[in-house]
């Protein structure tokens, strides 16, 4: 074989055995690239099954926490407090940012008579929910309870300010004010109501007090009667009302109002009984001004020396 066929065999041994070592590089880099995409897709699948088991986890632990509040919400409609309370902590246990679970813990607390705790379980449960209007308005009762009255008075402020339209709320500001001796601000909070609730006895009746401690008769008079022709047989109401009738002077009127609170019979009335007496007195019928004086000492121990010491006044001047 001659120099230039020994050329010829090795060129064309060259050229059939390049594209063979290109091949095999070629098929190796694929392999390489379909592994590290196997490895890829597998730490995708990875993570998202790990996260599926972590919703998965979320989802018992939200609905036991749920689970939990409903059993204390159930204690506490039958008034067994600390169950409600272990139920309201363990709730809390698998999730420490329940809004819910921390204001039926405070209510619970509040029954137990722990108050600060109590306290400091509302005020946790507005943190986490910051429009919260129920656990301000409780921690404003709460506070009015404990006659911090400044601080009931911010509770309640936040209460109305997150929803201003819960009469509730509103009444619980007018009632405060009234403990401050706001009588002016107490009245616009009681309108408030009125305006949310036209049936709100309570209101009117409050306004009424409010009127007469700023010595404005005729509004606590109108306030009273509009009080009545929403609740017409509270008794309380009719005893307030003569109550003030005997003091303005119009005692028949107080007559009428204490013998129709009397009338009601829903408790021992020896208040009513006495002012019955007194209107009788002033009318000038001494024999029934004893009777309902003698039925206000027997009624309520807490009449009996007024109403024995104006008896005994009769008595005098009957001599």
């Not at 139920?87 to 809390?92: C, D, G, P, W």
């Not at 209007?133 to 009931?152: G, I, N, T, V």
């Not at 700023?214 to 017409?232: F, G, H, I």
């Amino acid at each position: 074989m001659n120099f230039l066929t020994k050329l010829v065999t090795f060129v064309l041994v060259i050229f059939l055995l390049v594209p063979l070592v290109v091949s095999s590089v070629n098929a190796q880099d694929d392999y390489q690239k379909q592994l590290e995409e196997y490895e890829k897709q597998k730490q995708l699948i990875e993570e998202e099954n790990k996260k599926k088991l972590q919703e998965v986890e979320a989802a018992k632990q939200e609905n036991a926490a749920k689970q939990l509040i409903n059993q204390g919400n159930t204690f506490l409609k039958k008034n067994q407090w600390q169950e409600a309370l272990d139920a309201y902590e363990k709730s809390l246990s698998y999730d420490p940012n329940q809004p819910k679970a921390f204001y039926g813990k405070g209510y619970a607390l509040k029954k137990l008579n722990r108050y600060n705790d109590a306290v400091v379980a509302y005020q946790k449960a507005t943190q986490l929910d910051p429009l919260y209007s129920e656990a301000y308005l409780s921690m404003a009762m709460l506070y009015r309870q404990l006659k911090q009255y400044d601080y009931a008075l911010t509770a309640c402020l936040a209460a109305v300010q997150t929803d201003s339209t819960s009469y509730k709320a509103l009444y619980e500001l007018g009632t405060i004010y009234t403990q401050k001796g706001d009588n002016e601000k107490a009245v616009e909070a009681y309108q408030q109501v009125i305006n949310i609730k036209p049936d709100h006895y309570l209101s009117y009746n409050a306004m009424g007090l409010a009127y007469e401690d700023m010595s404005q008769t005729d509004k606590a008079v109108e306030a009273y009667k509009k009080s009545l022709e929403v609740k017409p047989d509270r008794d309380l109401t009719h005893y307030r009302l003569a109550a003030l009738y005997n003091k303005i002077g119009k005692h028949d009127l107080a007559l009428q109002s204490a013998l129709a609170s009397l009338q009601e019979k829903a408790r021992k009335n020896g208040q009513a009984a006495f002012e019955a007496g007194l209107a009788y007195e002033k009318l000038g019928q001494y024999d029934n001004a004893i009777k309902y004086y003698q039925m206000a000492g027997s009624e309520d121990r807490r009449w009996k020396k007024s109403a024995d010491y104006q008896i005994e006044m009769i008595n005098k001047r009957l001599k």
